[in-house]
């Protein structure tokens, strides 16, 4: 079964600063991988997406992610935060055909960011 | 943004009541997700529609159902509440099952639901 893991729960960062935020997966066959930021009372929002191709994609608000096969990661990566970024991050891998179709997401379990003044 | 509407926006209830989420799109996508949101555990998918009244089962459907009788419209009901039911719920939509740009899940803006 697929598996996400996002080992930083929080991270703080000073505004301006770079971002990387670390997403890892497991999963036998090509994932399809997602990033998904949620501010405080709000819904998912997608940030990016790689199905294939290029491995290094890019997203809304600045962000970008590399998907690395051999490291079975796809980092979310930002070079100047803004304090707007505040929110939680989730990657997510999607794996698998739900019955019927549909698309199988996997999430990790999150990485709040703080974005210092 | 796409079109997804939930309702109620939060809720307190009862252990042993029922209650029903409902989430309303106005995108015409075939797909609908709901799934639960819980400290630790990332999002979770409960059930899922692929068509009208065609449905299915997630990973943590245990205690709810769901119905879709128009498009437009998928609901959630906890038949029963009980406490380990208190979460915040989103519903999702897609438009298409393959695995291509369409496929994109998109997220409505939560119901929390708090179960005492």
């Known amino acids: 079964a697929q598996s996400v893991t996002q080992p930083d729960i929080h991270i703080t960062v000073s505004e301006g600063a770079s971002l990387e935020l670390r997403c890892n997966y497991s999963y036998g066959a090509t994932p399809y991988l997602f990033w998904y930021v949620q501010s405080p009372g709000q819904g998912l929002q997608l940030l990016l997406k790689?199905?294939?191709?290029?491995?290094l994609v890019q997203g809304i608000k600045g962000f970008e992610a590399e998907f690395k096969r051999s490291q079975s990661s796809f980092n979310l990566r930002k070079p100047s935060v803004h304090w707007s970024d505040a929110a939680e991050y989730f990657c997510a891998v999607g794996a698998g055909i739900l019955t019927g179709g549909g698309n199988k997401l996997t999430f990790g379990t999150g990485t709040q960011l703080k974005v210092e003044l | 943004d796409a079109g997804i509407t939930q309702s109620p926006r939060h809720k307190v209830t009862e252990t042993g009541t029922p209650v029903t989420l409902r989430c309303h799109q106005t995108e015409n996508h075939r797909y609908m997700y709901w799934y639960r949101q819980d400290p630790g555990h990332g999002l979770r998918l409960i059930h899922y529609?692929?068509?009208?009244?065609?449905?299915d089962k997630g990973e943590v459907s245990d205690g709810y159902s769901v119905s879709r009788s128009k498009t437009e419209d998928f609901l959630l009901t906890l038949e029963s509440a009980t406490s380990s039911q208190t979460s915040v719920y989103f519903c999702?939509?897609?438009?298409?099952?393959?695995?291509?740009?369409?496929?994109?899940?998109?997220f409505g803006a939560g119901t929390r639901l708090s179960v005492l």
């Open positions: 999702a939509i897609s438009e298409s099952g393959d695995i291509n740009a369409k496929n994109i899940q998109y």
């Open positions: 790689y199905f294939s191709g290029d491995t």
């Open positions: 529609s692929y068509g009208v009244k065609d449905t």
